[in-house]
C-alpha cells in the first residue's frame, strides 16, 4: 500500500514553513521522500494544503506578507526537491506548462509539471511572465502534444485567451486549471480552452486519457471584443486607484495602505475583465473576497463602497461599467 501524508505530518510542515525554519522542512520532505512517500502524495497531500493555509493566514492577517512570501518560497524549494527525485520520462508527447500572462503564481505551474512528470508525462515548465508572444515563438519546435496554461488570477484572463490563441492556431490543445477560471471552470470555455481540470492529479488523467486530443482547430473568436469599455478601464487604472484611496479615507498607516491600494488596482483590473468576458461574476467574486480581507483588518465595507462610487464617477461616460459598481455596491 501506498504511504499516504496524515494530519500530524502536514501541520508539522505548516509549522516549519511558517516559522521559516528552512533545515527542518528540507529535512522533514527528504525523510519522506526516503520512506518512499510518492511524489504525487507529497505535492498534493502536503504541499498544496501547506500553501492554502499560508494564503488564508495572510488573507486574514494573521500572518504579515513576509511571512506568507518566506512559507510559499519554503514551499517552493520542496516542489524542487521531488522534481529532482522524479525519473526523466521519455516517449511520451512533451506538455508546455505556463502560466497566463498578467498572473505571478509560478509556483502553481511547477506543482503541475511535478506531478506530471511523476507520471511519466514530460513536460517544458516556462516561467511567469511568459506571454501570447513568446508561446508562438517556441511551440512550434518544441515537440508538445499540449499546453497546460495555469490561472490563479481572474484579472489575468486576458492573458490565458491570448496564449489559448497562439497554441490553437498551431494545432496545440490546450487544458486549463486553477481557482481563476472561476467556480467549476466557467470561464474556461470563453478563454477557449479544449479542457478544463479541477486539480493537478485530474490533468495528469486528462492528458494522458484516451479523450485528450491530438490537434486543436483556431479557438472561436469573442463576439463582443475589440472592447472599448474593457480598454477605457484600464487605461484609466492609475487615476481610478488614485480616487479611490481618497474616497476611501482610512487613514494613512501600514500595512493596510499597501493592501488597499494592491487591492483597488486588482478592482480596477477585475472590473475589466468582467468587461473582457462580459461576466460581472470576476468583479463581484472579487469584491466578495476583497471585503474580507478588508474586515479582518478593521476597515469597514462602506470604504470599499466610496472608492467604487468614485470608480462610477469617473467611469460615466462607460456605461457598461457601472453596472458592476452598481451591483457590487448593493451588498457592501
Ligand atoms: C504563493 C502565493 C503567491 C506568490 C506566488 C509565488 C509563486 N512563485 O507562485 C506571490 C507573492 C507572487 C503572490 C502574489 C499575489 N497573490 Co497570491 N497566493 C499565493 C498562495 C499562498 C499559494 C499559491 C499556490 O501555489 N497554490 C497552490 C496551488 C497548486 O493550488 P491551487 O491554485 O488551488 O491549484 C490547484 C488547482 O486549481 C489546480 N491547478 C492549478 N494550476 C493549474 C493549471 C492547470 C493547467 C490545471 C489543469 C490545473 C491547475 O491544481 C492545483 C492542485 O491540485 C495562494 C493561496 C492559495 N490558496 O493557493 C495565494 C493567493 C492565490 N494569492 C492571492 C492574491 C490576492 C495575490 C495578490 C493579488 C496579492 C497582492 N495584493 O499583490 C498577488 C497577485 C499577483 C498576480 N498578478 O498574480 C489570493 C487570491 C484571492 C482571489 N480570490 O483572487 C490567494 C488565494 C491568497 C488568499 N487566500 O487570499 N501570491
Redesign the pocket.
Known sequence: MTRVIDEEERALYLELIGRADEIASVSLVRGLLAEGVSGEELL?GLV?PA??V???R??TGEWTVAR??TA?HLA?HAVRMIADASPRPSGRPRVV?CCAR????????S??ATLLRGRGIDTTLLP?GTGAGELARMLPDSGAGAV???C?????LPGARAMVEVARRVGVPV?????GFGVDGRWAGIVGANG??????R?ADLLAGPDWPVTATPAPRLRHLPDAAHDGVGLLRAPLVAAGLSAMAVPEREPCDS?MR??LL?AVDALAVSLFLDDEEVFL??TR?FTD?LTHRNIPSSSLAAAYKAFATHLAHVPRATHPLTTAGTFL
Request: aromatic content about 10%; hydrophobic content about 45%.
Open positions: 498534493t498544496v500553501l492554502r499560508v494564503g488564508d495572510w488573507a506568507e512570501h510559499s517552493g506548462v498578467g498572473d505571478w503564481h509560478g509556483l502553481a505551474s506543482i503541475l511567469p497546460a496554461l495555469g490563479t488570477m481572474s484579472t489575468a487544458l486549463v486549471g486553477g481557482p478544463w481540470a479541477p486539480d493537478a492529479t490533468a493592501t494592491d487591492g486588482t467574486s472579487f473576497w480581507v
